[in-house]
Every structure is written in structure tokens, then in C-alpha cells.
């Protein structure tokens, strides 16, 4: 299949129509997508990791970690707490009940694990901004239960008909393509729904606002988008104004609705709300050119799913338009950018999003 339309929007970058220019000078990209704020205030006290000094020898750069307000066996062990809180309030959130077999394979593939980065990105987000996490937890396991929909459906053989996820048989090879076309389809409206039910203590309209920025980011505009481009440029030449637009909706969009949604439910102000969107932005796009790179560089046991899928499928990826290095290089282009971003905020409630950002660009699988 081609591409059916131009996506102008995408066309006036000036990182996509020059990125080795932006490459060789790594102060900020002009994503078209991303909503911008004037720098009121610039906490320069919030040092960069390690991956955000890319110049600077492995004994400064284990420095700069150090004088940050958070250590990493502290945020380790924020993860690690938060996704234990998460993944209980997602199994009481689908119980097993009548009928049996839907709810057993919704519970397959929601509890299978994974690094629950978009909760615990909401959950953070929240508390950035001085809320409590319980506040953000109804969305939180809303936001991971429309993200298992997408990877459900996503390995589907009609999508890209994959056999592995999480280190198990993916969702269809269990229960069959029926029953995993409607366990999707089933947490898909389970997560509105449990947004609406769940959450107390936020007034209706920001429950409301939360509610129509997830929908915008799964929607025809958001997730489905990203989607239907990314099929229809399968065996096609695509460029990287063209890849931007497939994995800020694909990717990024789900990303940056769980930061929001956590700010949204916290009471945050406009400002705040567009830095953190800025924020998970970067973050989002970083996700997926870090997942590019695995791809081409970790096995299937390393990662946990079917490794070279999409070399294989020749899918256009950023390290087949970039080359490994300089998609290297932009990630941590995206990482320092969305450090700046936080610079907004007060550093020790921004530390969890720094180290955040770190880990993602940093992960392994």
C-alpha cells in the first residue's frame, strides 16, 4: 500500500527537511506537532544524566548523576513501587468473572508485565505538580489498558502478525484472532469507563478533560492514525517528515496524554500542562527511536518479542533513515530537549521525569 495523501503539517520541519543540521546542532528541534510555551523560568540547578552529556568522560558524567535530587536506587525503587501499586489496581480492575474466557484473556496480556512507563509517567506528572497518586490512578491503569489494546491488536496477523510479546505467546495464540480482536476491544471501553466510575476527589470537568484527551490520543487524530500510516507505508520510501508524523501519533500521542491526564487530575495550570505535554512529547518520539535501535541491535530474548521485525517487514525505522549513530545521536537530542523542559519545575518533584526520560532512553528491551 502507498501513501494516499502528503502530510503537509509535517513538510515545514525544519529538523526533518535538515536533520544533520539540527544533528550538528543540538540545541532544540522545531517539532511542528509540539506545542510551545515561553521560558518563563530556567532552573539551572537541574543537572542533565549521563546520556544528556554525550562528550563528557564516564567519571563526570557519574558526577552529574550524583548531584541530582534523586538517586538511582531511589528512582529504581519509585519504579518498582509504583508499578506494584499499578498492576494491583489493574487486576482489581479486571477480575475474573462471567464470561470466563474474555476476562482471562484481557488479564492475559494487561498483567503480562512490562515497565508500566505510561502510568507511572501519570503517576509522576500527577505529583509534579503537587498531587497525590491516587488521584491519577484510575487513569493511569486507563492509559495502560488502551496500551495493551494497541499491542494486542498490533500483533495481530492482520497488523503485524507476531507471535511474541513480553516474553510470552502473544494474546491470538492463546485465546485465537476472535477473542483477542475482543479482549482488545473490551479494555478499550473498560478504560473510559474506569476513568468515569473510579476517580473521586477531582471535580467532573477535569475527569471530562482527561476523558477527551485520551480519546483524542487513541482516536482517528492520535494512536489509529499513527497506525494506518505506519501499515501503508510498508515497501514504500518514506521520508523522515513522514516517519515523524507515524510515531508522534503511533507512539508519542498515548505517552503524552498519560503525562497530561496526570496533570489534568492534580489541577495543574495551563503552563504546566503544556510543559509537561512538551515533555512526553520528547519522551514519546525517544521511546520509539530507542525502540528502532533494539530492534536492529537485541535479540528476541533480550527484548522479549520478535527481534528484526522490522527490517524483515521493511518497515521504515529511524536507524535505516538515519543510520545507528546519528538516530543515536538524536535520541539524545530528545532526552536533553525534554530535560529542558522540566527545568520549569521544582527539581526534586522533576526528578522522577528526569530519571524517566534517562531510563527510557537507556532501556535495554
Known amino acids: 500500500m502507498a501513501f494516499s495523501a502528503t502530510i503537509s503539517s509535517c513538510q515545514t520541519s525544519p529538523f526533518l527537511n535538515n536533520p544533520s543540521n539540527v544533528l550538528e546542532n543540538p540545541t532544540r528541534i522545531p517539532f511542528v506537532h509540539l506545542k510551545r510555551v515561553p521560558m518563563k523560568t530556567r532552573a539551572t540547578h537541574i543537572v542533565k544524566s549521563s546520556l544528556f552529556q554525550p562528550l563528557l568522560t564516564e567519571e563526570v558524567m557519574t ?20 508499578a506494584k501499586k499499578v498492576n494491583k489496581a489493574l487486576g482489581e480492575a479486571v477480575p475474573l468473572q462471567h464470561p470466563l474466557k474474555i476476562h482471562e484473556a484481557m488479564r492475559y496480556s494487561l498483567l503480562a508485565g512490562g515497565k508500566r512507563v505510561r502510568p507511572i509517567l501519570c503517576i509522576a506528572s500527577c505529583e509534579l505538580v503537587g498531587g497525590d ?156 527511536v530507542v525502540d528502532d535501535i533494539l530492534d536492529v541491535t537485541k535479540s528476541s530474548e533480550e527484548l522479549g518479542k520478535t527481534a528484526g521485525k522490522d527490517l524483515a517487514s521493511d518497515k521504515a525505522t529511524y536507524p535505516k533513515l538515519m543510520g545507528i549513530d546519528k538516530a543515536n545521536k538524536f535520541a539524545r537530542i530528545l532526552a536533553d530537549q525534554a530535560m529542558q523542559e522540566l527545568a520549569y519545575f521544582e527539581p526534586t518533584k522533576a526528578a522522577p521525569l528526569c530519571y524517566l526520560a534517562d531510563y527510557i532512553a537507556n532501556r535495554k528491551n
Open 63 to 82: 558526577m552529574s548523576l550524583q548531584q541530582t535530587p534523586l538517586r538511582t536506587s531511589q528512582f529504581e525503587e519509585y519504579m518498582a513501587t509504583k
Open 133 to 288: 497518586e491516587s488521584l491519577a490512578m484510575p487513569v493511569a491503569c486507563a492509559a495502560e489498558m488502551i496500551h495493551t489494546m494497541s499491542l494486542i491488536h498490533d500483533d495481530l496477523p492482520c497488523m503485524d502478525n507476531d507471535d511474541l510479546r513480553r516474553g510470552k505467546a502473544t494474546n491470538h495464540k492463546v485465546f485465537g484472532e476472535e477473542t483477542a480482536v475482543l479482549a482488545g476491544d473490551a479494555l478499550l471501553s473498560l478504560a473510559f469507563e474506569h476513568v468515569a466510575a473510579q476517580t473521586t476527589k477531582v471535580s467532573p470537568d477535569r475527569v471530562i478533560q482527561a476523558i477527551a484527551e485520551l480519546g483524542s490520543a487513541v482516536g482517528s487524530e492520535g494512536l489509529v492514525a499513527g497506525q494506518v500510516m505506519d501499515l501503508c507505508s510498508e515497501g514504500t520510501e518514506v521520508n523522515l517528515s513522514e516517519l515523524e508524523y507515524i510515531h508522534v501519533h503511533k507512539t508519542a500521542k498515548l505517552l503524552e496524554a498519560s503525562a497530561v491526564c496526570g496533570v489534568i487530575m492534580a489541577g495543574g495550570n495551563v503552563i504546566e500542562i503544556e510543559r509537561v505535554r512538551n515533555y512526553a512529547r520528547c519522551v514519546g518520539l525517544l521511546f520509539q
